[in-house]
C-alpha cells in the first residue's frame, strides 16, 4: 500500500479521535457559555460515541453493495455540515445534536477506511498498515488539544468546530482525486437485504466477537481517560487549558511509539502472539492508575504513569485486535468493519457516560472505570485465544 492511500486512510480514521480530542480543553468555556457544569457538556461527548456506534452499522453494508468511494464522500459531506451547525448552536441541546450528526457523517471515514485496508492486505499486512494509521491517528491526540487550547484562550470554543469543517472539506477533495475505488470488481457485491443476516453472522462468530471485544473494551478504558481527563487534568490539579494537550500529547507519543514497535514486530510473531500477550500490561496499568487514585495524591505526576502505560499498549492491542477481527472477512468486509467499530464504541459509550456518572470530585471514577475495562479485556483476550487454539486443533483433526 503506498504512502499517499495510507495518510488518507489515516486523515479518514483521525476523524474519531480529532473530533473528540480537539474539543476538549473548551469543556469549562462550553460549560460557561451555555450556564451549565462540566456534567452536562460531557453529554456532548456521549452522543458523538453513540452516533458513531449506529451510523457504522449503516455504512458497512452500503459500502459492501455499492463499493468504498460514494459512502464515504456522504459521509465527509455530512460531517462537514454538522460542524458548522456545532459551531453556531445556540443552545447545549443543539450541540448535543448537531454532535450526534457529526458523528453519523465522521464514522464512514472509520468503517470504510478498515475495510479498504481488508481489501488490499492479509492478517499480517493489515496489522502493519493499522500499525502505521496510529502513527497519523495518533499526531491528532497530541496536536489537537494543544491548537484546541490556544483557540479556545483566543478565538472562542466555536473556532474549534469551524477548522474541523475546514479539515473534513479538505479530506473529502483528497478522496474524490487520490482514493480509488478498492473493493475489487470480481468481488460480488452484498445486496442490502441481507445486512441483518451478515451482522448475525459475525455475532454468532465467537472468535470474530471475542477479538472486537478485546480492542473495544481497551478502547473504552481510553474514551474514560478521555472524558474524565479535562475534569482531573484542568479542573483537580490546576493545568491550564492551553497546557493540557503537552499532557495528552505525552499519552498520545507512548501510543504511536507502541504502535511502531508493533509494526516491527508483526515480522517475527503474528497479531495474535503480541495481543494476547499486551493486554496484561494494560491491566497492570488499570490496577495501578486505581491504587494511586486512592491514595488522592496531591501531585498529578503519580496518576500519569500508569496513564501512560494504559493508552501506550494500545498501540499494540488495537490494531492487532482489529486486524485478527477482520482477518477473513473477504466480501463481508464492510459489514465487519461496520459491527467492530459499532461494538467498539458502543462500549466506549458507556464507559464516558459511567464516568460522569460515578464524578465525585476526584479522579477515582476515571480510573475505576479504567481498571474494569483492563480486567475484562484479559479476559475477552484470554478466552479467544483459547477458542481459537481449540479451533485450529479441531480443522487440523479433520
Same mark, same amino acid.
Given at each position: ?309 494504559? /493508552?501506550?499498549?494500545? =498501540?499494540?492491542? @488495537?490494531?492487532? #485486535? ?6 477473513? *472477512?473477504? !466480501? $463481508? &468486509? ?35 472505570? /479504567?481498571?474494569?475495562? =483492563?480486567?475484562? @479485556?484479559?479476559? #475477552? ?6 477458542? *481459537?487454539? !481449540? $479451533? &485450529? ?6
Amino acid at each position: 500500500m503506498n504512502l499517499r492511500t495510507i495518510l488518507i486512510l489515516g486523515a479518514l480514521s483521525a476523524f474519531g479521535p480529532l473530533a473528540i480530542d480537539f474539543y476538549l480543553p473548551a469543556f469549562p468555556a462550553m460549560a460557561l457559555a451555555f450556564g451549565t457544569d462540566e456534567k452536562h457538556v460531557q453529554l456532548t461527548l456521549a452522543a458523538y460515541f453513540l452516533g458513531l456506534s449506529i451510523g457504522q452499522l449503516a455504512y458497512g453494508p452500503v459500502a459492501d453493495r455499492f463499493g468504498r468511494r460514494i459512502p464515504l464522500l456522504t459521509g465527509l459531506g455530512l460531517f462537514t455540515a454538522a460542524s458548522l451547525a456545532c459551531a453556531y448552536a445556540p443552545t447545549l441541546e443543539w450541540l448535543i445534536g448537531a454532535r450526534f450528526v457529526q458523528a453519523l457523517g465522521g464514522c464512514a471515514g472509520m468503517v470504510i477506511s478498515r475495510a479498504v485496508v481488508s481489501d488490499k492486505c492479509d492478517a499480517v499486512g493489515s496489522a502493519k498498515v493499522f500499525s502505521q494509521l496510529m502513527l497519523v491517528m495518533g499526531l491528532a491526540p497530541i496536536l489537537a488539544p494543544m491548537l484546541g487550547g490556544l483557540l479556545v484562550n483566543t478565538t472562542g470554543w466555536q473556532s474549534i468546530f469551524l477548522v474541523l469543517t475546514g479539515f473534513s472539506a479538505l479530506a473529502g477533495l483528497a478522496v474524490a482525486l487520490g482514493l480509488p475505488e478498492s473493493l475489487p470488481a470480481h468481488v460480488p457485491r452484498q445486496p442490502l437485504s441481507g445486512a441483518l443476516r451478515q451482522y448475525g453472522r459475525l455475532l454468532a462468530d465467537p472468535i470474530f466477537l471475542g477479538h472486537a471485544l478485546t480492542g473495544g473494551v481497551a478502547i473504552a478504558g481510553m474514551f474514560a481517560y478521555i472524558a474524565g481527563s479535562p475534569f482531573v487534568f484542568i479542573k483537580l490539579y490546576g493545568v491550564p487549558a492551553e497546557h493540557f494537550g503537552w499532557l495528552f500529547g505525552i499519552n498520545a507519543a507512548g501510543f504511536i511509539l507502541v504502535a511502531q514497535v508493533n509494526a516491527r514486530m508483526l515480522a517475527k510473531r503474528g497479531p495474535a502472539f503480541l495481543l494476547a500477550r499486551t493486554v496484561w500490561l494494560y491491566l497492570a496499568g488499570g490496577l495501578a492508575l486505581l491504587a494511586v487514585s486512592a491514595l488522592h495524591t496531591a501531585q498529578l505526576w503519580p496518576l500519569l504513569i500508569p496513564l501512560f502505560l494504559c /493508552i501506550a499498549s494500545l =498501540g499494540c492491542i @488495537v490494531p492487532n #485486535a482489529s486486524a485478527c477481527a477482520m482477518n477473513g *472477512q473477504g !466480501a $463481508r &468486509a464492510g459489514s465487519a468493519s461496520a459491527m467492530l467499530g459499532c461494538l467498539q464504541f458502543s462500549v466506549a459509550a458507556g464507559a464516558a457516560a459511567l464516568v460522569g456518572v460515578l464524578h465525585d470530585g476526584s479522579a477515582m471514577p476515571m480510573a475505576m472505570v /479504567i481498571s474494569l475495562c =483492563g480486567i475484562l @479485556v484479559v479476559s #475477552a483476550a484470554t478466552l479467544t485465544r483459547r477458542l *481459537q487454539n !481449540a $479451533r &485450529a486443533l479441531t480443522q487440523a483433526q479433520v
